[in-house]
């Protein structure tokens, strides 16, 4: 098998650039794209980024690019890829996605049959297997994914398996909940630092506090669940199991945190406290029931960061417009503190009343929103 892998790390629009520097702190040179991170490496690499990356949507393999404008071109670039390099005799690999953007070749269904049948003729072919009798997939899985994008066609295996925003520590879930990965990247857009106290004012099921957490005590996101490349024979167990092993090394259990979750309704506490015992974490965030407008603090310098209920969730339009404008009384004596909103409300700055020194398209899922981000007055911090 190969020692070094073309891979791409899928990321949500406008999250890109957090997962290049991601990728990079973990000393991997790689090239930002849009919706993808491109960078080279081995099963090692392939291991590191799926522990490690808090933004990114999967890890894939580019098994090969080439044009396709007819079926017959699709047939034969697939055909000619090296998949002996990649699917050991007995894998199962069902071509479990194709996207067509753009493309004379349109039709998803038949350009996975082709792809399949191209995959079939040349595992045959490799392992000496005669056409009439049907290849046996009984081994391990490798999901295959095709994507056209004008006329050029992209192959791919997925390494990751479940998407990374699933952690595996949320037992149970609100209404709407943002993502992990999305919730870990407002984290790193944010001006927060472990030594800074963070507060989710509107904080559903706990996601930006446990993901805080993770960050501060710097836990690998991945390290509570398992990956599909790590069922794949020609994957070295003891590798996989020595990147782990250093990831446990670098988290610091020690650290203080003062981050601290609030929810109106106390089932969401609740929830949020059972996700965080799930992560190991219930003894490092507080959590509790209140009210927006009653959060009050003397901390200095602190970081807010909230995904309020906005009209397409939870609330409606008169709901929405009330709690904005309670937000922005609530929020405007804390002068040092920067707030960092998550939005699609268009009019969010006048309802809120004040305007952001910044703002970030972003999507949350398919919802095209607004981060909103307010810069607390700065103040030296005494750090004895």
Not at 222 to 235: C, Q, S
Not at 283 to 310: A, E, F, H, W
Request: hydrophobic share 40%; glycine share 8%.
């Amino acid at each position: 098998m190969k020692k070094e892998f073309n891979l791409v790390a899928t990321a949500a629009s406008g999250i890109e650039a957090v997962v290049g520097k991601e990728i990079r702190n973990l000393g991997i040179e790689c090239q930002v794209d849009n919706g993808k991170i491109r960078f080279k490496g081995g099963v090692e690499s392939i291991a590191m980024t799926n522990l490690w990356l808090r933004a990114a949507d999967r890890i894939k393999i580019v098994v090969g690019e080439f044009s396709a404008r007819s079926f017959e071109e699709l047939f034969q670039g697939v055909f000619a890829l090296d998949w002996e390099n990649y699917l050991p005799l007995g894998a199962k690999f069902p071509i479990s996605k194709a996207k067509c953007v753009k493309s004379k070749l349109h039709n998803e269904p038949s350009v996975q049959a082709i792809t399949k049948k191209a995959v079939v003729k040349k595992l045959q072919k490799i392992y000496h297997r005669p056409e009439g009798v049907p290849l046996q997939e009984n081994g391990a899985e490798f999901k295959i994914e095709v994507s056209l994008l004008k006329d050029k066609a992209t192959i791919m295996i997925d390494t990751t398996g479940s998407s990374l925003f699933k952690r595996g520590y949320r037992v149970e879930k609100g209404g709407a909940p943002i993502k992990e990965n999305m919730a870990a990247a407002i984290i790193e857009l944010s001006n927060w630092f472990p030594d800074k106290p963070l507060i989710d004012p509107t904080c559903g099921s706990g996601t930006f506090c446990i993901e805080a957490a993770m960050i501060g005590m710097n836990i690998a996101p991945g390290f509570n669940r398992d990956f599909a490349f790590e069922a794949w024979p020609w994957v070295d167990k003891d590798l996989v199991q020595r990147v782990r092993d250093e990831a446990d090394a670098k988290a610091n259990y020690d650290i203080e945190l003062d981050i601290m979750g609030c929810d109106i309704d106390a089932r969401m506490i609740e929830i949020a406290k059972k996700n965080a015992d799930e992560a190991g974490l219930g003894d490092v965030i507080k959590l509790k029931q209140m009210r927006l407008q009653d959060l009050k603090t003397d901390k200095i310098n602190g970081v807010i960061v909230s995904n309020p209920p906005y009209g397409e969730r939870l609330l409606d339009d008169k709901a929405v417009d009330v709690l904005y404008n309670e937000m922005g009384q609530t929020f405007a004596p804390l002068k040092t503190w920067s707030k960092f909103i998550l939005t699609s409300d268009e009019n969010f700055e006048s309802k809120y009343g004040s305007k952001a020194a910044k703002k970030r398209k972003l999507y949350n899922g398919t919802l095209k929103v607004d981060l909103y981000q307010f810069y607390g007055e700065r103040v030296k911090r005494n750090l004895d």
